[in-house]
């Protein structure tokens, strides 16, 4: 089966402090995973891609093959890092197949 | 480009009628995706196009949901009856076919309709 797990609903942590949002994914083939991101206010947008490797508002996100994670980190949090984030799974037919999304909430 | 616009940004309808949604994709984009996203079930694909033809609608919940593509800039989502479960939020995206990548480019997102069922 193809799946893409956020087991965090909410996670609130203070600003300054490291964040590390949880993405587990289940795919046969090799996975093409990505991080979308929706601020308040804003439209759902796509925040970084693993096959870029990149390093975007801070964030970044390793592929992890062996524990199938897309686990999203960024070492010191901001204020402007609030928003909803989702994980999201490229499948065999090549449609997104998206996680249930994590609200961060960064405490002053 | 103002992006992808979606019209109405609200709607709140009594069960029973009808509700149309309305999309204005990127233009150029070639893929064109409707979306519904609740909190028990997160953000689900119902449907997407390719160059105005409908591709995949496996994920269009019953024959109570349509979706129509008529040209490249405009695409409605409709529903009816409507039903009080048919109460979410429903985004619009949309995708370039950049060098024959098809369903690999990112996806631009619309606003989303708040659709309120009574």
């Known amino acids: 089966a193809q799946r893409v797990t956020q087991p965090e609903k909410l996670l609130s942590v203070f600003k300054g402090a490291p964040v590390e949002l949880k993405c587990n994914y289940s795919y046969s083939g090799s996975p093409e995973l990505f991080w979308y991101v929706q601020y308040s206010r804003q439209r759902l947008q796509l925040l970084l891609r693993h096959i870029s490797r990149e390093s975007i508002k801070g964030f970044t996100a390793d592929l992890n093959k062996g524990e199938t994670s897309f686990h999203l980190k960024k070492p010191f949090a901001q204020e402007e890092d609030s928003a909803m984030y989702y994980c999201a799974l490229r499948g065999s037919n090549y449609q997104l197949i998206w996680g249930a999304g994590t609200k961060l909430i960064i405490k002053p | 480009d103002a992006g992808v616009i979606q019209s109405p940004r609200h709607e709140v309808t009594e069960m029973g009628q009808e509700v149309t949604l309305r999309c204005k994709p990127i233009s150029g984009h070639d893929y064109l995706f409707w979306y519904r996203q609740t909190m028990m079930r997160g953000l689900e694909l119902l449907i997407y196009f390719n160059n105005n033809v409908p591709i995949d609608d496996s994920g269009m919940p019953e024959d109570r949901f349509s979706a129509k593509m008529p040209n490249a800039s405009f695409s409605t989502l409709k529903i009816q009856p409507s039903e009080p479960r048919d109460s979410a939020v429903y985004f619009c995206?949309?995708?370039?076919?950049?060098w024959g990548r098809g369903l690999l480019d990112e996806q631009f997102f619309g606003p989303g309709t708040r659709l309120t069922v009574l």
């Open positions: 995206a949309s995708s370039p076919d950049r």
